[in-house]
C-alpha cells in the first residue's frame, strides 16, 4: 500500500521562508508526477506546481513562480527507488499564500505550455500560515 505522509508547515511571518516535504513510500508505476495544491476553507484546491519523477523537470504555476520551487532529495533520486521524497521550498512568503498544502502522486501534462495535473495518492495535508 502506497503510504504519502507530508512533513513541516506551521507558522511564520510575512517575508519568511518554509519548507514542506512529502515522502512517498512507494512511488505509483501507473503516475509520473508529483504536485502540489494549496486550499483554502471553501475554496477549491489550487495547484501549485509539481515534479516529474523520471526527468526531474519541474512545473510552478504563475502566481508563486519567482517565490517557490520544487525538488526531489538526492537520496530518493534513484530511479531504481520505490521510495520518493518531494519538497516544496517556499521564500518571501506573504499572508495570501496561508493555507492547507497538499502534495499528491498523480498524472501530470503539459499543455501548450500550461502544466496540470491529475492527482491520484494525497498526502495528509500541512497547514502554513503567514503572519503580516
Known amino acids: 500500500q502506497v503510504q504519502v505522509n507530508q512533513s513541516g508547515g506551521g507558522s511564520v511571518q510575512a517575508g519568511g521562508s518554509m519548507r514542506l516535504s512529502c515522502a512517498i513510500s512507494?512511488?505509483?508505476?501507473?503516475?509520473?508526477?508529483v504536485a502540489w495544491f494549496r486550499q483554502n476553507p471553501g475554496e477549491k484546491h489550487e495547484g501549485v506546481g509539481g515534479?516529474?519523477?523520471?526527468?526531474?523537470?519541474?512545473?510552478?504555476?504563475?502566481?508563486?513562480?519567482d517565490r517557490f520551487g520544487i525538488g526531489q532529495d538526492e537520496d530518493s533520486q534513484d530511479e531504481d527507488s520505490a521510495k520518493k521524497v518531494i519538497n516544496l521550498q517556499m521564500y518571501r512568503l506573504k499572508p495570501e499564500d496561508t493555507a492547507m498544502y497538499y502534495c499528491?502522486?498523480?498524472?501530470?501534462?503539459?499543455?501548450?505550455?500550461?502544466?496540470?495535473?491529475?492527482?491520484?495518492?494525497w498526502g495528509q495535508g500541512s497547514q502554513v500560515t503567514v503572519s503580516s
Open positions: 499528491a502522486t498523480g498524472t501530470c501534462t503539459v499543455d501548450n505550455g500550461q502544466a496540470s495535473a491529475v492527482p491520484n495518492i
Open positions: 512507494r512511488f505509483p508505476p501507473t503516475d509520473n508526477c
Open positions: 515534479i516529474f519523477i523520471a526527468t526531474g523537470e519541474t512545473y510552478i504555476a504563475g502566481p508563486v513562480r
